[in-house]
């Protein structure tokens, strides 16, 4: 039952942290507007995500725009398209590998695969966790980076969106999912069927028969 009860709760962590990274993914909410200094034009705000670039006003009204080539993009938003992508396909496969190995299915009744299974999706998760950290703190870097450069106009400097603490978030608990995974999927030791008993000498211990 202890195994099973790391599963489950690993099953919950790895969705959770799945849903943060499509959200994360899909949500333009990478940088905000910077209302610093002068810059203190509050009726339009500024939200930029991974795909598209949106413009707030103080009237709730919304338009976004996709960006126009994958090649004007800074680096740091092109590896996080990459990233975060590959990081929710192996979330979907790690997951899926995790509910066919898990000790509370049947999918496989074969239980010495189990284990193994369980300790692959692990694996998984922990690469997913990792590919989901490394895009959101780059991006966080730059944008920090750039608040603290006194050459960068007051109206071009962006702050830390919600994606970044939600990417972080959502990481940590794939990582946490999988680290459990890997501690408590080992494959079990196999076992020798049909051994042979062997005398103090290192000879085989044959029957005793009587004889007529």
Known sequence: ???????????????????????????????????????????????????????????????????????????????ARAMTIISCMLCCLSLLMLFCGADFTTCIENEDIKPKISLLAGVGLLVAGLLAIIPVSWSAHNIVQDFNNPLVPSNMKRELGACIFLGWAAGVLLILAGGLLCCFSRPKSGSSGGTAKYNSNGTHSAPNKNYV
């Open 1 to 79: 039952m202890g195994h099973v009860g790391v599963q489950i709760v690993s099953v919950s962590l790895g969705v959770v942290g799945m849903i943060g990274v499509i959200i994360c993914c899909t949500v333009p909410r990478w940088k905000v507007s910077s209302f610093t200094g002068s810059n203190i034009v509050t009726a339009v705000s500024s939200q930029d995500g991974l795909w598209t670039s949106c413009v707030v006003q103080s009237t709730g009204q919304q338009q976004c725009k996709n960006y126009d080539s994958l090649l004007v993009l800074a680096s740091d938003l092109q590896a």
